[in-house]
């Protein structure tokens, strides 16, 4: 079973989940914040997993604020308890890499998610290559804007690699439309709604004529959706960027956001507990294998930076207004 908590003191990282039986494998998937809808849905995976695994115990576990060094501090305590394996979904992948490194060499299993870049992981797991991802986002809100007029990105942190990748993949294929011009790119969030809102109000203040918006974190399409609305430009503005419909239903039926991309966080954290049990009982993992989840069922294989390989699926969801309800999440 998980149960999740907030931790009330911002200052110190929050660490939840069940105490694990001495006979068991123990899995802990590191979150980047606790308590927001995208990681809530990852716990609904990690439950699953465990309850359909009855030799491991399955738990999620995260900082209350994105904040690198509180999720490192998180995982410190983790890799001093000696779980069996550690599953994170880091907020700054190079923050986390001594102490990465430090659990690889007490023999704990590591596998990461959104960090690509990663030495001291045995695998990382991306839903989708990240640079067609944002290119594919990117294709969508040139669409909405004519092809034409400025646009800006957001991110949940600039040391987001994945963050950093989508942008960067918007920016690369906007080249191919000579009448958009990107301004003030990579606004930081940190995962937040509110700054995503304030940040958004900022730019909408310097450039009030434009035209379009990608978000990178989770939440920032929802802040962005609110400015936008505030202002009643809705129907003015393209708004595109990762998000889940239960968050921006809302939005999407204004025309305030216009459309979300994302994959389901249930099958993410299903995939990195399999891969984590995986490598726990010394199995190995192969080129287009199948990992019994939608989206991973022919996953490409490659060497990683360290030692590790890097997991690629073909996860993404895209929906807008006409669909987004098809997705209960």
Not at 32 to 38: A, D, F, L, P
Not at 219 to 233: K, M, N, P, Q, S
Request: hydrophobic share 40%.
């Amino acid at each position: 079973m998980i149960r999740q908590t907030a931790c009330a003191l911002a200052a110190v990282a929050c660490i939840t989940g069940a105490a694990w039986a001495q006979d068991k494998q123990s899995i802990v998937t590191v979150v980047k914040v606790i308590g927001v809808n995208w990681f809530t849905r990852m716990g609904e995976g990690v439950k699953e997993f465990g309850a359909a695994n009855a030799s491991v115990a399955t738990s999620m576990v995260g900082p209350a604020q994105g904040d690198p060094a509180q999720q490192l501090r998180v995982i410190e305590d983790l890799v001093a308890k000696k779980s069996s394996a550690i599953a994170v979904v880091p907020m700054d992948p190079s923050t986390i890499e001594g102490v990465l490194k430090r659990a690889l060499e007490r023999g704990i299993v590591v596998v990461t998610h959104e960090a690509d870049t990663a030495k001291n992981t045995q695998a990382d797991i991306e839903a989708f290559d990240n640079t067609a991802f944002g290119a594919r986002l990117n294709d969508r809100l040139a669409k909405c804007m004519g092809e034409s007029g400025k646009w800006t990105t957001f991110v949940g942190s600039l040391g987001s690699r994945t963050h950093m990748q989508w942008a960067s993949g918007g920016a690369g294929n906007a080249a191919k439309y000579p009448k958009m011009a990107l301004v003030d790119a990579h606004n930081e969030t940190f995962d937040n709604a509110n700054k995503a809102y304030e940040k958004a109000k900022e730019i909408l203040r310097k450039h009030p004529d434009i035209a379009g918006f990608q978000g990178s974190s989770a939440i920032d399409a929802i802040g962005i959706g609110r400015a936008v609305e505030e202002a009643g430009l809705q129907h003015k503005t393209c708004v595109f960027g990762v998000g889940l419909p239960q968050d921006a239903g809302k939005y999407l039926e204004t025309g305030a956001i216009d459309g979300i991309s994302f994959w389901d966080p249930k099958d993410a954290g299903l995939v990195m507990n399999q891969v984590a049990k995986l490598l726990l009982d010394g199995k190995p993992i192969t080129d287009g294998m199948n990992l019994g989840t939608r989206g991973y069922d022919k996953v490409s294989v490659k060497k990683g930076p360290g030692k590790g390989v890097v997991i690629t699926g073909q996860a993404w969801v895209d929906v807008d207004k006409s669909n987004y309800k098809q997705y209960p999440f």
